[in-house]
């Protein structure tokens, strides 16, 4: 089939090709025809069938909604546009900016709020208000007493959205006040471990610390803390903030968009890795060694926790900053030597560099924080990367993520079961 531009239709200035259109929208050329059969394009036949013809506005304004459908890097399905991350050349970068520096200069209310709004706003603090507070607290309270952190921010964030009746405004300024509001409910509603800070001076890591161990901080140890979030914002398009952009392309309120970033979250793979790496490093500082621990991992076939990543060649940035900060924490020495150990350890079998989870789980183990504390953190930190791809995404389409499934059935007519 040839793919030409017609030369004698009206307006044929602003007809493309297939390939031009391809071109345009940064997809295949059959890509293009699975627009045409959605709805998403439509074309004209070329004077005598020879190929299709397609309104240049009309794809220009495709691509501006971001519907590219080519597979994505690193192995991914999806590919969607979004001006939140960028990892490049082992570097993670929020709207451009290295979140290394980020996280050394400002905290995570500041970056939050920076990343949803394109403005700084130093010593910006997040209140919790008093109605949907109190709902996420008797949710919470009604809970087993068995039940884990992320239980109880699951049922806080339901019982938050319960308590706001303007919950289905989806403009700006009600999506940020949402926020602003949500991620405090979150850390508030958890129930106290240790002495409580002041809530209505204290920045949210101060007010978060007291609910993930009973030990006193130290300022090294909430700089750690209060980085650990802001590095964990966003991660480009995770499983997690892949079921968020989901849920907002359905328009379902902020809310509904956390709710289904928390049921991504809960897994092993994910959110969770953070607890596995804590377990191993307790192991380790139990049976003086990292050899033994790893050759059990390897032995047993399992992956070694806190060692790769799949975006990264070397070392992720995340890790290194956190690193960094905790050398600075008197009591992570032990915890700190552990993983570097378990790390050159690993590194005479393969080469895997330390992730993020394990430079968490130092942080964690170093605090007297529980095995789940990481995954808490990860937690509350990314909700504020799942508001702001939601507020992306509520600028786009309604539902234009709806791929086709492969049917690979039996093929009709079956006979009645």
């Known amino acids: 089939m040839a793919d030409q531009k017609t030369q004698g239709d009206e307006g044929d200035e602003r007809r493309l090709s297939t390939r031009e259109a391809a071109e345009r929208l940064g997809v295949k050329p059959e890509t293009v025809y699975a627009y045409v059969s959605r709805g998403q394009l439509t074309s004209r036949r070329n004077p005598g069938g020879r190929g299709s013809t397609f309104d240049a506005a009309e794809v220009d304004a495709l691509a501006r909604r971001g519907a590219r459908r080519e597979p994505a890097a690193h192995g991914g399905d999806l590919a969607i546009r979004t001006g939140i991350t960028l990892i490049d050349q082992g570097r993670c970068y929020y709207r451009g900016v290295d979140t290394s520096e980020l996280a050394a200069r400002y905290g995570y209310e500041e970056v939050a709020d920076w990343l949803w709004t394109g403005v700084l706003r130093p010593g910006v603090r997040f209140a919790a208000p008093d109605d949907a507070l109190a709902a996420a607290r008797r ?107 989901v849920a907002a392309s359905a328009r379902a309120h902020p809310y509904a968009v956390v709710s289904a970033g928390f049921g991504a979250l809960d897994g092993p793979l994910h959110g969770a890795a953070s607890g596995l790496a804590h377990r191993m490093l307790l ?3 139990e049976r003086g060694t990292a050899a033994a621990v790893v050759a059990d991992h390897l032995r047993a076939g399992r992956r070694v926790p806190g060692l790769g990543h799949r975006v990264y060649q070397g070392e992720d940035p995340r890790a290194r900053a956190l690193f960094r900060l905790l050398e600075d924490v008197p009591q992570a020495g032990p915890v700190l030597r552990a993983a570097r150990e378990v790390a050159a350890t690993a590194a005479r079998h393969t080469a895997l560099h330390a992730n993020v989870d394990l430079a968490l789980a130092v942080l964690t183990v170093s605090a007297g924080m529980t095995p789940e504390a990481g995954e808490t953190v990860f937690a509350v930190a990314r909700t504020a990367g799942w508001i702001a791809h939601a507020l992306e995404e509520y600028e786009e389409r309604p539902l234009r993520m709806r791929p086709s499934g492969h049917y690979q059935g039996a093929r009709p007519p079956q006979p009645m079961p």
């Open 283 to 285: 192991e380790v500082l």
């Open 139 to 245: 949710a919470v309270g009604a809970l087993p007493p068995h039940s884990g952190p992320m239980d109880r921010l699951r049922v806080a964030v339901v019982a938050a959205a319960s308590a706001d009746p303007l919950r289905f405004d989806l403009s700006e300024d009600a999506v940020l006040g949402t926020a602003r509001a949500l991620i405090p409910v979150l850390v508030d509603a958890l129930p106290h471990l240790g002495v409580p800070a002041d809530h209505t001076s204290a920045p949210l890591p101060r007010r978060l610390w007291s609910r993930l161990t009973p030990e006193r901080p130290d300022e090294p140890s909430l700089r750690a803390l209060d980085a650990a979030l802001t590095l964990l914002i966003d991660h480009d398009l995770a499983a997690s903030t892949l079921a968020a952009r």
